[in-house]
């Protein structure tokens, strides 16, 4: 039940109208099949009625409008159908998108989240829509046997008791047959997952050169048959037991019908059934067993595939990163007593941190990988709170600031940055008026129209190198007017004399703002007017390149060994 109140609460919420539209077009579809038999049956009276003499025409024409509606509303529904796939689409991945953006990183990166996230990675508005649809249906089924048993009540009492015990009955056993089909086909048994394996390995071109020249065909292909039969075999065992459920769902509508005929004999008999009673009798006797199929399936897609409903409710419901509204003074960044430990891990990745980064200056922090660099720049673009101490950017804590503050004071090209497939304006401006054509120019790009299309989503679109890929990251970052600039190793991938060249230029143009060169490379810090040196997440040495050099410490040695490799290459 939560999942369909869920599906109920996300679909209104999402898509309006269309959702109030849904709903009373399959309620009035649900009530039309039982009125369509009332109906039935005061028509066929109102025809023999006619023959006596005494004729009323209502109940017929009640009844073609009853069939021109069930028709119509076929029409109809098809239209809000395309109208709430299009509502969801737009809307609930908006909602996503922006709820995403407003959870706290480190919430994301916890399993449980990161669990929920894999639930919907896949569309979730089109599993949104099944839920909805069978759940919908459900309603409906429930809305006809009511009808139905309303028309049987008016018949005869016992009829209709009869009726209510049948649908009950024959739901219910059906019910447990599907059920225990479903479990099956959710339990994936050893032999399917070896089945699995065999197929994914005869289906791979490179495995295939191997099997040809060792002749490994037949090995394959009877594993492939012991695990079909064994799987076929366990398939059939539950088949046969569901059947027994079926088997007794049939018994109940053999019942029922023989109760019905029985009823039916016995009336004409006494000649206390009028034409109308009897075709109605008759017209929905059988209803019982197809309605009971479509409640189990669709009750049985809810089951399975409710978890959707509730994980989107969960992610759209989840606590946002508070947002904290705090006075900006002074051009650095500042970190005082800074340690940190990633979440649910128990090692210290940085430890006891403080220093300042003043804004009209070139920094650069340089270590080994895992010395602690990139998580520098993940506490200050607010993606971490620091375990202990604080972080601050202009005397703001960058956890709490809102995006749009975190964007105005940072732009920052990270070692895994995302190129888009579109245009290259789009790239660097995403969407906003600007120009461009002095950051291409800066970063050797300018050979490209601005319009270039990236990737192959359109016909005219190409392929940027490695080196292009990442030049066009630091252009997208050089282009965003914010007060500091950080450059976390994106072009590790380059030659580093290209790379020192490059940043040489791009520093020369960037002088009124704050730069920051995360590197394990040192003939970058050369260029920087500051040089932090980290080590297991302390700072061990900090000064000028001429300053670090002439102390004789470990900046000295790891320049001295990179020059050397340098060299020799």
């Given at each position: 039940?939560?999942?369909?109140?869920?599906?109920?609460?996300?679909?209104?919420?999402?898509?309006?109208?269309?959702?109030v539209l849904i709903l009373l077009e399959s309620i009035i579809s649900a009530l039309t099949d039982?009125?369509?038999?009332?109906?039935?049956?005061?028509?066929?009276?109102?025809?023999?009625?006619?023959?006596?003499?005494?004729?009323?025409?209502?109940?017929?024409?009640?009844?073609?409008?009853?069939?021109?509606?069930?028709?119509?509303?076929?029409?109809?529904?098809?239209?809000?159908?395309?109208?709430?796939?299009?509502?969801?689409?737009?809307?609930?991945?908006?909602?996503?998108?922006?709820?995403?953006?407003?959870?706290?990183?480190?919430?994301?990166?916890?399993?449980?989240?990161?669990?929920?996230?894999?639930?919907?990675?896949?569309?979730?508005?089109?599993?949104?829509?099944?839920?909805?649809?069978?759940?919908?249906?459900?309603?409906?089924?429930?809305?006809?046997?009511?009808?139905?048993?309303?028309?049987?009540?008016?018949?005869?009492?016992?009829?209709?008791?009869?009726?209510?015990?049948?649908?009950?009955?024959?739901?219910?056993?059906?019910?447990?047959?599907?059920?225990?089909?479903?479990?099956?086909?959710?339990?994936?048994?050893?032999?399917?997952?070896?089945?699995?394996?065999?197929?994914?390995?005869?289906?791979?071109?490179?495995?295939?050169?191997?099997?040809?020249?060792?002749?490994?065909?037949?090995?394959?292909?009877?594993?492939?048959?012991?695990?079909?039969?064994?799987?076929?075999?366990?398939?059939?065992?539950?088949?046969?037991?569901?059947?027994?459920?079926?088997?007794?769902?049939?018994?109940?509508?053999?019942?029922?019908?023989?109760?019905?005929?029985?009823?039916?004999?016995?009336?004409?008999?006494?000649?206390?059934?009028?034409?109308?009673?009897?075709?109605?009798?008759?017209?929905?006797?059988?209803?019982?067993?197809?309605?009971?199929?479509?409640?189990?399936?669709?009750?049985?897609?809810?089951?399975?595939?409710?978890?959707?409903?509730?994980?989107?409710?969960?992610?759209?419901?989840?606590?946002?990163?508070?947002?904290?509204?705090?006075?900006?003074?002074?051009?650095?960044?500042?970190?005082?007593?800074?340690?940190?430990?990633?979440?649910?891990?128990?090692?210290?990745?940085?430890?006891?941190?403080?220093?300042?980064?003043?804004?009209?200056?070139?920094?650069?922090?340089?270590?080994?990988?895992?010395?602690?660099?990139?998580?520098?720049?993940?506490?200050?673009?607010?993606?971490?709170?620091?375990?202990?101490?604080?972080?601050?950017?202009?005397?703001?804590?960058?956890?709490?600031?809102?995006?749009?503050?975190?964007?105005?004071?940072?732009?920052?090209?990270?070692?895994?940055?995302?190129?888009?497939?579109?245009?290259?304006?789009?790239?660097?401006?995403?969407?906003?008026?600007?120009?461009?054509?002095?950051?291409?120019?800066?970063?050797?790009?300018?050979?490209?129209?601005?319009?270039?299309?990236?990737?192959?989503?359109?016909?005219?679109?190409?392929?940027?190198?490695?080196?292009?890929?990442?030049?066009?990251?630091?252009?997208?970052?050089?282009?965003?007017?914010?007060?500091?600039?950080?450059?976390?190793?994106?072009?590790?991938?380059?030659?580093?004399?290209?790379?020192?060249?490059?940043?040489?230029?791009?520093?020369?143009?960037?002088?009124?703002?704050?730069?920051?060169?995360?590197?394990?490379?040192?003939?970058?810090?050369?260029?920087?007017?500051?040089?932090?040196?980290?080590?297991?997440?302390?700072?061990?040495?900090?000064?000028?390149h001429d300053e670090l050099m002439k102390k004789g410490g470990i900046y000295k040695q790891m320049?001295?060994?990179?020059?050397?490799?340098?060299?020799?290459?």
């Amino acid at each position: 039940m939560k999942a369909i109140f869920n599906t109920y609460r996300l679909v209104r919420k999402h898509a309006g109208t269309i959702y109030v539209l849904i709903l009373l077009e399959s309620i009035i579809s649900a009530l039309t099949d039982p009125l369509i038999i009332y109906a039935t049956k005061l028509s066929v009276d109102s025809i023999v009625g006619f023959v006596s003499g005494g004729a009323d025409v209502k109940p017929v024409i009640f009844l073609v409008l009853l069939f021109a509606w069930k028709e119509l509303s076929k029409f109809f529904r098809n239209i809000l159908d395309i109208k709430l796939e299009q509502r969801l689409e737009l809307n609930l991945n908006k909602s996503l998108m922006n709820k995403l953006s407003l959870i706290a990183v480190d919430e994301i990166e916890k399993s449980v989240f990161q669990d929920k996230l894999n639930q919907i990675k896949d569309r979730p508005h089109l599993a949104l829509i099944e839920l909805f649809n069978s759940s919908i249906l459900i309603l409906s089924t429930v809305i006809k046997v009511v009808g139905i048993a309303f028309v049987f009540f008016n018949i005869s009492g016992i009829l209709g008791i009869s009726y209510l015990i049948a649908a009950i009955f024959d739901i219910l056993f059906t019910f447990m047959a599907v059920n225990k089909m479903n479990k099956m086909f959710e339990n994936t048994s050893r032999n399917e997952r070896e089945m699995e394996n065999v197929i994914d390995i005869l289906k791979n071109k490179d495995a295939l050169y191997e099997i040809r020249v060792f002749k490994m065909k037949n090995l394959f292909l009877n594993r492939f048959e012991k695990y079909s039969s064994e799987v076929f075999e366990e398939r059939l065992g539950t088949t046969l037991k569901s059947q027994n459920y079926l088997l007794l769902s049939s018994v109940v509508n053999i019942v029922w019908m023989g109760l019905v005929i029985l009823f039916i004999v016995s009336k004409l008999l006494a000649k206390a059934i009028g034409a109308g009673d009897l075709t109605a009798i008759v017209t929905s006797a059988s209803s019982t067993l197809d309605m009971a199929e479509d409640f189990v399936y669709e009750a049985s897609t809810v089951s399975n595939n409710g978890y959707i409903a509730n994980t989107l409710f969960y992610i759209l419901s989840y606590d946002e990163r508070k947002v904290e509204k705090s006075s900006k003074y002074g051009d650095e960044i500042e970190f005082s007593h800074v340690s940190f430990k990633y979440p649910g891990t128990q090692k210290t990745v940085l430890n006891d941190l403080s220093f300042r980064i003043n804004k009209d200056k070139v920094t650069a922090i340089v270590g080994e990988n895992g010395a602690g660099k990139s998580t520098i720049i993940k506490l200050v673009a607010g993606l971490y709170e620091p375990t202990e101490g604080y972080v601050r950017i202009s005397n703001m804590n960058p956890y709490s600031m809102s995006n749009e503050d975190i964007s105005n004071e940072l732009s920052i090209v990270f070692q895994d940055f995302k190129n888009y497939e579109i245009s290259l304006r789009d790239n660097i401006l995403f969407g906003k008026a600007g120009d461009i054509a002095e950051d291409l120019r800066l970063l050797e790009l300018d050979k490209y129209s601005e319009d270039t299309n990236i990737g192959k989503l359109e016909e005219d679109g190409v392929y940027l190198s490695g080196g292009e890929n990442q030049k066009l990251a630091l252009a997208r970052a050089i282009q965003k007017k914010s007060d500091f600039l950080i450059f976390d190793e994106p072009t590790a991938s380059m030659d580093p004399m290209v790379e020192a060249k490059m940043y040489d230029n791009i520093l020369k143009v960037l002088k009124s703002r704050g730069a920051i060169i995360i590197t394990h490379r040192l003939v970058l810090s050369k260029l920087a007017d500051d040089i932090i040196v980290l080590n297991e997440g302390r700072i061990i040495e900090r000064g000028t390149h001429d300053e670090l050099m002439k102390k004789g410490g470990i900046y000295k040695q790891m320049y001295e060994e990179q020059s050397g490799w340098y060299k020799e290459n």
